[in-house]
């Protein structure tokens, strides 16, 4: 116990000093606004940080793209000086020190996508302490202090249950693909579609799974249920490599392809375009990677001086048979998440500018 202790402060000791030296979890930097060079809060050039907990999955990899684009936007106009990313690989004692190393060092903007949503709140509620502009995305701390950009998981799974529902005709046997037991957004999402699924007592639930997020066990797991329910008229999955798994076991047993619902990950899009002449039909949602754009126009708003909502959240997009071809992408690998860009508009709209 006490070795794991002493290996977890030298690791935050020496995230603390990687960051005090601008070190190597920094992926973008800019030039500094002179100080004193502007003379109001609302004029001031921002100096912007973002914490992550992962930067490895090809989700963050495109959530950090759009970020950076917005960033240069925002340098282009004058909002912002500069910008760094600090990735803490997994290791929230590392994400904690590297947010106080940013609140040392004076930061306007810290962005966050936690890897923990208790054990952070005490130094992001230091950092809005000390005047700094704090917004979290994706991930969310349940600290009421700082601003909070998501989505409503518990609607991902309302939305889904119910389109399934209707598609059934509100009667069949399902297989339900649930993430691992106890995780937050798998809970939430399968009770937003057992809410549904209560109001229609000739739908049948025959095998609840769970789940890793990952194609080989999801694929086992799933193949493990549907040869003891071959009859089944639907399957409720919680999208991304579940619905993938899904659909490609029942392609390779070359079995009916009943409805699925899934989500904007590209390898089960891909499939689904590929099957939609066939009679395969889903309906399927997104974790948006625009979060990450949303939170920074937030976090710059409120930085001007402009009333920000403490709570903002994304309406889920919807993509159905009909606009299907408008978010797969055939050229792109299968472990992406293609998404159209959110209007300027909406942003304004979403916090309140």
């Known amino acids: 116990m006490r070795g794991k202790l002493s290996r977890r402060a030298l690791v935050a000791a020496a995230a603390l000093a990687a960051v005090l030296t601008t070190g190597a979890c920094n992926v973008d930097s800019g030039n500094d606004t002179p100080s004193g060079s502007t003379t109001s809060a609302a004029a001031k ?4 940080g973002w914490s992550t907990i992962y930067l490895a999955p090809s989700w963050m990899q495109q ?14 106009a004058g909002k912002v000086a500069s910008y760094e990313t600090f990735n803490a690989n997994g290791d929230t004692s590392q994400q904690i020190a590297q947010i106080r190393a940013m609140i040392q060092q004076k930061y306007d903007v810290i962005l966050v996508d936690a890897g923990s949503s208790t054990a952070l709140n005490p130094v992001l509620e230091q950092a809005v302490d000390a005047g700094i502009v704090v917004v979290n995305f994706d991930s969310l701390v349940t600290s009421e202090k700082v601003i909070r950009v998501g989505t409503d998981q518990v609607e991902w799974g309302r939305m889904m249950g119910q389109w399934l529902a209707d598609k059934l005709g509100g ?5 339900a693909m649930n993430g691992p037991a106890g995780v937050s957004v798998s809970e939430d999402r399968w009770k937003g579609a ?10 049948k639930i025959v095998a609840n799974v769970h789940s890793e997020y990952n194609l080989a066990p999801a694929s086992q797991a799933f193949a493990s249920a549907y040869s003891a329910h071959p009859g089944i008229t639907g399957v409720f999955s919680q999208g991304g490599a579940l619905s993938a798994a899904a659909l490609s076991t029942l392609v390779k047993q070359n079995k009916k392809l009943v409805p699925i619902t899934g989500e904007n990950y590209n390898g089960f899009l891909k499939m689904w375009a590929d099957k939609k002449s066939a009679g395969f039909s889903s309906l399927a949602t997104a974790q948006p990677n625009y979060l990450s754009v949303i939170a920074l126009e937030a976090a710059v708003a409120k930085a001007g001086g402009k009333a920000v909502p403490t709570t903002i959240t994304v309406p889920l997009p919807e993509i159905t048979d009909e606009n299907l071809d408008q978010y797969v992408k055939t050229d792109q690998p299968d472990d992406s998440y293609p998404i159209q860009p959110i209007a300027q508009s909406e942003i304004d709209k979403l916090i309140g500018a």
């Open 63 to 76: 959530t950090l793209k759009m970020l950076e684009d917005d960033v240069a936007t925002l340098k282009s």
């Open 194 to 203: 057992e809410e549904v699924f209560k109001k229609y007592p000739d739908i």
């Open 45 to 48: 050039a921002l100096k912007v």
């Open 171 to 175: 009667k069949g046997e399902i297989i």
